[in-house]
Structures are given as structure tokens and as C-alpha cells.
């Protein structure tokens, strides 16, 4: 009797931590939805247990519906994982092997003998990223396309290092893992992934097609969304992102793909261990491997036209968070770092809105003018219809707010931008304040 106390007890007192700790993951996603900063649905499971699975923001902005769970999202990268688990299980099946030379499937391939599938998998090949070319990527993106026109974006560039030296990271590397896993399993790339893990997974609302997916939960993405209005994304064509980035999913189907590794379902403990050991860079096959309150973890990121997400997990603990957003942000790694606090009780400081003042147009018009920040980013200030807008060259324009003289924010991004005078009063040079760097640049 006193044990049975005793376990309840104990119980109460679990129930009783975890809905406190779904109550501050509200209070941390509501921020970062009423800032603008998250829009679309997110997923947290600790010790196995869900303690948060809720929409934010809108799914379509056109009907103002909300995002919730059942919500579809492009998850871009994070289709890596499921790249590298096919290519760990034709392994398994002795179809291949990740020391494999480039050339055996593609004979003639530039410098393919001294190329590895493992070199591709883990971003060491040295291959040109065909998401480098910005023209492409602007012009090209929402076309089908082919395996003969892909490849032509970078079979014949020089490599970046020889193979194995150096890592960076190359779309292009995975876009071949696609092409191997074609030839080797004898069906599209698509239907291997099927049969190989949605199929076993259970994950029945994913898959590739996402411009002609049919679905009333699928979600609208956005360049921008906020109370000034929205830009819609053009969706990226599935034969492009491919076995790079064109998987779709929910969050629940992501979790289901996380306990279908945690149970080696897909493929064995060995092959799964041996993915999720770094190689570079803290990166290994198609996974990024980092640590968390001394425990491992392991996931990934992804971004496309509209759409931010990241998954990140802790095998230890049988537990995991999944972020899928139908808006472009640059915030789902402080989410992320906030989420994981308040799970493993790390100090830190909730987000706080920024106040936006109004100065003068004669002071804005002062910072006006053209700054130098590096070769690749050359920034243009205007004043224009009584905003400061700033524009990098070859981007769009963005709305810089004042919080005080000489020091501004951006609302879409995580940026802030200070101006500093000379002993004349005059504006002389820009501060890029992003992602914990600083970068000048003096003003022309």
C-alpha cells in the first residue's frame, strides 16, 4: 500500500513538471509568434512523453486559417536523413557500399575516382553546390528539371578542396546520393524513400510532389509574413530540391520517423550509429551531431523558399523537438535553445519586443547613402516614403526601425543595424549586428 502511495507520489509530482513545462514552452512560442519571428507548428516530446503539439500563426493568410498539427510543411534538409538511411540500407542489402567510388556509377564523372559516396554523404567532396548559383536559384527553381540539366549546374566546376580534406556543405552532393540510390535500388529516388521508410514509419501525410500536393493542410509559405502584409514563396519543383531538400511532412510524421530510428525499424543499431558519428565538422552521414547538457544530440535544419525547419534530438532521452515554419525566419535556432532550456533547466532570458520610436526625416535622411561591408556585401540605405529601408546588393529591401538615434532593428530577421558619426556629426559607417558577428562598413 505504502509503495503503490509512494509511486503515485511520484507520478503526480512528473505530471506536475511537465505541465509546467508545456505552460513556459506556450509563453516561449507565443513570444516568438506575436513578434513575428514563428509562424506554422511545433512538436516536443521529453522522456517520450509529448508536452507540446500546437500551430502558430497562419497556414494561409488568404483565409486567415491557423496553422495546427496536421499542418504540411516542406522541411528542405532535413530530407538528408532520409537520403543518407537509404544509402545505409542498400548497404545493409550489399547494393553498394559508402566507400564506393563516384566513378562506379558515374564513369567519366571529373576526379569521380578519388570521390567516395561517403565523401558525399558527410559534405567532404569538395562539390560545388548548385544552390551557389544565384542566377538558378532565382530564375530556375520552380521549373522541373532533370538529372542531365542538374548536373550540368556543377559536373564540370572545379572542386572546392581535394576529397576528404576540408567540409562544405554541398547540395550537389546529395543530389548525387539521389541519383546512386536511383540506379542502385531500380526506382525513382522517391518511391525508395516510400518503401525504405514512410512506408515502415507510418508516415502517410509525406512525400515529394509538394507544388501539386492536393491537401487542405497544406501550408502556404511565405518570404514574409507580419502585420504590414505578406509575400508568398513561388514552391520550389521537387525534381530541384530532390533528394537534397523535397521532402514534405508534419510534425507528427517527423516524429514518427524519430521512433522509428530510436527502435532501428529502418535500419540497424550499427548503421545507425555509424550515420550519426561525426566526420567533420560535427557532421556526419546526412546528420549533425552536437551535445546538449552532456548528453548527444542529433538532427538537422532546412531551409527553401518559404519554409525554415529543424529537428533536433536526444536518443538518450527519447526525446526530440521538431520546428516547421511556413514563413522565412531566422529564429528557429534561438527557439530551439530557449525550448531546450526550459526541458533541461539551462538559465536564460525570454525574448523581449522591441519598441520602435520615431525620428526625424532629416535624421533618416542621414544614413542614407551606400556601405561597404566586404566585397560579397555591399549595402544601399534610402529614405523612401518617410521609412529607412536598407537593401544588400542582389537582395530585396528591408524596413529598418529605429529603437533609438543611430541604432536600428529588422522585424523579419534577427539583425540589428548602429551608425556611427564622426566628430562633425556626420554618418560615416554601418554595423551589421547578426548572428553574434559584427560587420562594418564604411560609408561611400
Known sequence: MKRSLAVAATFLIFQYAFSQDTAKL????NIYTTQYQFNGSALVVHHGKIILNKGYGLRHAADSSRND???????????????STVIMKLQEEKKLGVKDKLSKYFPGYPKGDSITIEQLLTHTSGIYSYTSDQAFMKNEVVKPSDRQKMMALF???PLLFSPGTKWDYSNSGYML?????EDVARMPYEKAVHKYIFQKAGMAHSGFDFTHLASPYKATGYFSLNKEGNTPSPIVDSSVSFSAGAIYATT???YKWFRAMQANAIISNASKEKAQTAVMNKYGYGWGIDSLAGKRTVGHSGGIHGFNSNMISVPEDSSTVILLANANTESLDKIMQGIHAILYNIPFDLPKEKTEITLPEEVLKQYAGIYDLSPQLIVHIRFEDGKLVGQPEGQGTIQLRAEKMDFFFLKEIQAEVTFTRNEKNEVISLTLHQDGRDITGKKR
Request: glycine share 10%; aromatic share 10%; charged share 20%.
Open 26 to 29: 506556450n509563453e516561449l512560442m
Open 177 to 181: 546520393l539521389g541519383y546512386i540510390i
Open 69 to 83: 498539427p496536421n499542418s504540411i510543411f516542406q522541411v528542405g534538409s532535413i530530407t538528408k536523413q532520409f537520403t
Open 252 to 254: 507528427g510524421d517527423l
Open 155 to 157: 559536373k564540370d566546376k
